[in-house]
């Protein structure tokens, strides 16, 4: 089986968890194709599988009634990431600390691409390259004008501005350049990338 970084449904659900906890249902609904009556339990049962990329927590809907909530752990993909793009000590920091506002952006992604194609969670995909995609967007678009920052937060409908006050906030130019430089490496066409994602919120 592969891992949720790489393919298969783990990728999809891995995604899916990604910007916020999410029920094994609600998982199902976005990722699996035709919804089985198990699609819950298979969910569930991939958690169970990568204890190490995601959380399993369980909340309470009502007086009886709990519910099993998923969050995608980011060490993963920021591990993977530092050893493909040969992120030094301050890089995977900043990464780390840009990490809740990545989940942000994500979420915007996400609900761009699934008002567009309801399915776009039960194709193909390899999580980590959507991952990396979308943050050498955001790293791009970080080191833009403030004018293009506020034009691209009002677009996609949140988290680009966080992104780009915090990193700014937490690394000099130099810095930002330099991982910009390293991720746009593994990321080709980063500037595509950046235009489709204002691209999604015009459609």
């Known amino acids: 089986m592969l891992d949720p970084l790489t393919g298969g449904l ?3 659900v891995y995604l899916a968890a990604f910007p916020k906890p999410r029920s094994s249902y609600e998982i199902a609904k976005m990722a ?4 089985p009556r198990n699609a819950s339990g298979r969910i569930l049962s991939l958690a169970d599988q990568f204890p190490s990329f995601f959380e399993v927590s369980v909340e309470r809907t009502a007086r009886r009634k709990f519910r099993c909530v998923m969050l995608s752990k980011p060490d993963p993909f920021i591990s993977r990431l530092s050893a ?3 992120l030094d000590h301050d890089e995977v920091e900043l990464i780390e600390s840009l990490a809740p506002c990545l989940r942000e952006v994500v979420g ?3 609900n761009l691409a699934l008002n567009r194609n309801p399915n ?3 194709r193909s995909i390899c ?3 959507e991952l990396l995609s979308v943050l050498c967007a ?3 678009i970080a080191l833009c004008p403030r004018t293009v920052v506020s034009k691209v937060e009002g677009l996609m409908g949140g988290g680009i501005a966080s992104f780009a006050e915090v990193a700014a906030g937490a690394a000099s130019w130099e810095t930002l350049t330099n ?3 390293k991720v746009s490496s593994a990321a080709p066409l980063p500037l595509r990338i950046a235009s489709g994602l204002i691209q999604f919120a015009l459609l």
């Open 179 to 181: 991982l910009c430089r």
């Open 84 to 86: 493909d793009c040969q």
């Open 138 to 140: 955001c790293i791009n």
């Open 108 to 110: 915007c992604y996400l």
């Open 120 to 122: 776009y969670l039960k």
């Open 127 to 129: 999580a980590f390259r």
């Open 32 to 35: 699996v194709p035709g919804l």
């Open 10 to 12: 783990a990728s999809r």
